[in-house]
């Protein structure tokens, strides 16, 4: 018998597993059908959506993902490495913490016009470049 333990590893995996088999499952359905599991399995929807543009869709949010983390990742390292070196203070944290509460508190539409414009002067309107930047900034 099976430790406590290691039962309940094997239930929790289940848990966290149980919505992706259903979504594998569901996307085998045909049209018009709505039963589970699928009888019988139809790779109809996968079909149509290689077809219609899906290879090219995911291409775009891999950049723009990879893109954003990239831009996240600049900005978040050296602020980590100079916490961790420079050391703790309280006052200087509590400042800083105040100017992030009180930045975010600007409504991102009012930013809009003014991160288009930049983003228009870079020339990095109409393309996948400029997408991740609109995202973070606004």
């Not at 599991?37 to 929807?45: D, Q, T």
């Not at 900005?75 to 309280?90: K, M, N, Q």
């Not at 016009?113 to 973070?136: D, E, F, M």
């Amino acid at each position: 018998m099976a430790s406590l333990g290691r039962l309940s590893l094997y239930a929790a995996v289940a848990v966290a597993l149980s919505p992706l088999v259903v979504l594998v499952l569901a996307s085998l359905l045909g049209p018009g059908q709505y039963q589970l599991p699928p009888l019988p399995p139809s790779a109809e929807g996968y079909v149509e959506a290689l077809t219609l543009g899906m290879p090219r869709a995911l291409m775009n949010s891999t950049i723009v993902a990879i893109i954003s983390t990239a831009i996240a990742l600049a900005v978040s390292v050296p602020t980590a490495y100079s916490v961790a070196r420079l050391g703790f203070r309280p006052r200087f944290f509590i400042a800083v913490l105040a100017t992030v509460a009180l930045t975010r508190s600007i409504p991102p539409s009012t930013l809009l016009t003014a991160v288009y414009q930049i983003l228009w002067s870079l020339g990095l309107t109409n393309n996948l470049l400029g997408y991740p930047w609109h995202c973070r900034y606004t």
